[in-house]
């Protein structure tokens, strides 16, 4: 372990090789068994209010029952997460020839969104958890296994994949200084 800013970072978010392989996989993290759904930081409770109105349309009527009952959102400050549909998929998973995705990423990527999806989701297998700081680690799930075998494949590591959304909730200057750590 090593501390980036007021971060404390696992060894493995450095060494592991990891590229999504989202058509062996189906999406499974979207679909996690559990009953609570993504991790959300307080701020983006309105940005999912925001967002409802454009994927509302990508969403099944189970899904869409699910977030009137349940609400967009469930917790509360500091313990916020998307909503699960049974014990299974986050209510605001679309299916796609048997692919679970993310119906804000797909709005974003269409231009109907200016938030891309939760930044949990966006840094996933990497997992950020608060104890006074934060604690970076990465959770390897078995339903990974085909991301784990394209990033030995194609030489990619978890830190470089994950470049974008590390950047994203950490800003530029702290994944510059994690990177020159990894390199030690």
């Given amino acids: 372990m090593f501390i980036v800013g007021l971060a404390v970072v696992e060894d ?107 930044v949990s989701c966006h840094l996933f297998p990497i997992r950020v958890r608060r104890f006074g700081g934060d604690f970076v680690r990465y959770e390897e799930i078995e339903e990974c296994a085909p991301g784990r075998a394209k990033g030995e494949l194609e030489q990619v590591r978890l830190r470089d994949f994950l470049e974008e959304p590390l950047v994203r909730r950490f800003g530029r200057g702290w994944y510059e200084s994690f990177l020159g750590e990894c390199r030690k």
């Fill in 12 to 118: 493995e978010v450095c060494d592991v090789s990891f590229c999504c392989d989202v058509g062996a996989c189906k999406g499974a993290c979207c679909c996690l068994e559990g009953g609570r759904g993504a991790p959300l930081e307080d701020s983006e409770v309105q940005e999912i209010q925001a967002a409802f109105p454009a994927v509302r349309g990508y969403l099944n009527e189970i899904s869409l029952l699910t977030l009137e009952a349940k609400g967009l959102v469930e917790g509360g400050p500091g313990d916020h997460t998307t909503p699960c549909v049974g014990n299974r998929e986050c209510a605001y998973v679309y299916f796609d020839g048997g692919v679970a995705r993310c119906s804000f990423e797909r709005a974003f990527l269409e231009g109907r969104s200016r938030w891309r999806k939760p």
